[in-house]
């Protein structure tokens, strides 16, 4: 599994949960152009939040996890 070195993309992470947080599906593209990291580590990010099974994906939609909720619940 690929460590995320980059405070930025770090950051994109939260960020892209946040949106999720209504539970609903979204589209992949959408939420991309919203942020401000390139198609690469838009990639990298929703990889990594899958394998920490935080989102799912289905045909180019996303939607966060009940894991994912609760990672939203804790401190940070």
């Not at 930025?8 to 959408?30: A, P, R, T, V």
């Not at 198609?39 to 920490?52: A, D, G, M, P």
């Amino acid at each position: 599994m690929r460590v995320i070195h980059n405070i930025n993309i770090m950051k994109q992470l939260d960020e892209i949960l946040m949106i999720l947080q209504d539970s609903n599906w979204n589209d992949c593209s959408g939420i991309k152009e919203g942020l401000a990291i390139s198609k690469n580590q838009f990639r990298e990010v929703i990889y990594f939040l899958q394998n920490q099974q935080l989102v799912e994906l289905n045909n180019g939609g996303i939607r966060i996890t009940l894991k994912g909720e609760k990672f939203l619940e804790l401190p940070h």
